[in-house]
């Protein structure tokens, strides 16, 4: 059986917002081309509330629109979703770490699959800016309003 490879990417940030704020913000999924410049567009593929199951198309610069699937969700708290190509599974997960007067935010990539690692290294780079503008995007939007 072949042997499957992890690349995992992880970025934190605290925001000074209460968790309903960034919750509200995180899964809005569809606003985040306006606070983050590594999403250029999303769009939902069902209707009602973002839950288990709900599915998305994302583009991102230089990289391959994806089919994102929410797999697991607490509400407030936290979601992960996967999208899946030839050979690689990515996953992402967003979690809300409450603190007495702020909210810790903590982002994590995992690449998995026969060309996991291969695909990770090669985006190691774009990967980590994206984590980073995402959760400088995600510190502003929350902050400011």
């Not at 590594?38 to 769009?43: D, L």
């Not at 909210?103 to 690449?111: A, F, M, N, S």
């Not at 695909?119 to 995402?134: D, V």
């Amino acid at each position: 059986m072949p042997r499957s490879y992890v690349m995992h990417f992880e970025t934190t940030i605290d925001i000074d917002a209460s968790p309903e704020t960034v919750w509200r913000i995180l899964v809005d999924i569809e606003t985040w081309p306006e606070w983050t410049e590594s999403i250029r567009s999303v769009r939902r593929l069902d209707s009602g509330e973002f839950t288990i199951g709900s599915r998305a198309e994302v583009r991102q610069p230089r990289l391959l629109t994806a089919i994102w699937t929410v797999t697991e969700l607490i509400p407030g708290r936290s979601f992960t979703w996967r999208a899946t190509s030839p050979g690689v599974t990515t996953t992402a997960g967003h979690e809300l770490i409450d603190r007495a007067d702020s909210v810790t935010v903590r982002l994590v990539i995992d690449q998995t699959g026969s060309l996991g690692w291969l695909f990770g290294w090669a985006t190691a780079h774009l990967t980590r800016r994206y984590l980073e503008w995402e959760s400088h995007g995600l510190k502003q939007r929350a902050e400011s309003g």
